[in-house]
């Protein structure tokens, strides 16, 4: 922005209409419309009333300047204030986030569920895998998905959090001396990892074509699952990365949780086909805000 005009501070003389203008250097070079002259013995900058139109114009632009300053800085204000007030608190939602939790909800149980897990367990179904089988299949994809996100999360805020507080805060520093010089009860520093952890959940999906790859060859290689190309399970495993992953990427993370056959059924799971007291087996795990947190969506299992 350019630099602003001193207060305009105005003097009639002489009856012709003249005043007298603190101007900056640069307002006196502006069209040649001001000059110099001598009033009372003090040096000003004075001009004629016919260049007044001129005049104006400039100083609106220049008010229209500020008024655009002053509302980026409330803006910014705003959007500072809103992210240390939902600093590590789950339950202030930004709604400008399109991957806030509850968003993540929407697309977990009526799109991942839904759809893509019916229609990846009728295609299993149709090459001759049995149905407990198929989905014990697709409960180890959105599992192992959920534990691998989690885990790359995990390691990805720590190697950020370590190379910022190397590279910028002590750049000197030896390993000792780093984690020394790097208390968990730093008030700074923690606002500044909030900052850190905002900013890797807005670019969080440029991430994900790698971490699919290595899922897709971990469900074919370690889970013995086969995947072939443009089949409904491959988008199945897909979508469970993506949500998975922005799950991992919420601060706190959100926290999916599985039944196992024997559990009392304590209302955190719906019914598959059959209803009762005990869960015989998992069939899609629930979601919590976070770990021990408050439940935002059930799970299904086959009650006994």
């Known amino acids: 922005m350019k630099q602003q005009s ?29 000059r110099s002259a001598n009033i009372g013995g003090e040096e000003v900058y004075v001009y004629n009333a016919e260049n007044k139109d001129i005049i104006i114009k400039h100083l609106r632009e220049e008010l229209k300047e500020r008024d655009d300053e002053i509302g980026h ?3 910014r204000l705003s959007q500072v204030s809103s992210e240390k007030i939902r600093q590590g608190n789950p339950n202030i939602a930004d709604l400008s986030d399109t991957h806030r939790p509850m968003k993540l909800i929407e697309l977990y149980y009526d799109h991942l569920y839904s759809k893509e897990w019916t229609k990846a367990f009728e295609e299993m179904s149709l090459n001759g895998t049995g149905e407990k089988q198929t989905i014990k299949s697709l409960l180890r994809i959105i599992k192992h998905s959920y534990k691998f996100c989690m885990k790359i999360s995990t390691e990805q805020l720590q190697a950020m959090k370590k190379s910022f507080a190397k ?16 208390p ?6 923690k606002e500044i990892f909030s900052v850190l952890t905002e900013s890797r959940k807005r670019v969080g999906a440029l991430s994900l074509p790698k971490i699919k790859q290595a899922f897709v060859q971990m469900v074919k290689m370690d889970l013995r699952i086969p995947i072939k190309e443009q089949s409904s399970l491959k988008l199945y495993v897909n979508r469970c990365v993506e949500l998975c992953w922005f799950m991992c990427l919420q601060d706190p993370p959100m926290y999916v949780e599985w039944c196992v056959s024997g559990d009392h059924n304590t209302g955190d799971f719906s019914s598959y086909t059959r209803s009762g007291t005990t869960v015989n087996f998992c069939v899609w795990p629930c979601v919590r805000q976070y770990e021990n947190g408050p439940l935002m969506a059930k799970g299904v299992a086959q009650m006994r």
């Open 184 to 189: 968990e009860s730093n008030k700074e520093l």
């Open 6 to 34: 001193e207060p305009l501070r105005a003097t009639y003389a002489n009856y012709d209409q003249s005043f007298k203008y603190g101007a900056s250097n640069e307002n006196v070079q502006i069209m040649g419309i001001l």
């Open 167 to 182: 590279d910028i805060i002590f750049p000197l520093a030896d390993h000792a001396e780093l984690k020394a010089a790097i």
């Open 73 to 75: 800085l409330r803006t």
